[in-house]
């Protein structure tokens, strides 16, 4: 399981102070941050248990920071909408296609 929350935390030495703090009080997560992002991203995993977001939260509260969990967004779309210059061209190969338009916008979100 992987959680994502969008925080307040600016400073590298407090990242990595608040990921050993989590990481102490939390056996079985990993933590990261992207401080380069502009939600400040701090991204939890646990393989062995559910993440304790309310916890990891009010973790982050008390120190100062704010925190929220990022939900998950899925935006539906369809090949044709993402690439219709493609499918128009080779309407015969739409599965190689979409493939294709699937990592070219995976690589534009990037």
Known sequence: M?????????????????????????????????????????????????IETEKVISLLNKTGYEAEILDDKIIPFSHREVCPHH????PGNTERIANICVHLQSIHEN
């Open 2 to 50: 992987i959680e994502v929350f969008k925080t307040g935390v600016c400073q590298q030495r407090e990242a990595e102070r608040l990921i050993n703090e989590i990481t102490d009080l939390f056996p079985g997560y990993k933590a990261n941050f992207d401080l380069d992002d502009c939600d400040h991203i701090l991204r939890i995993e646990s393989i062995s248990r559910k």
């Open 87 to 90: 499918h128009a061209e080779n």
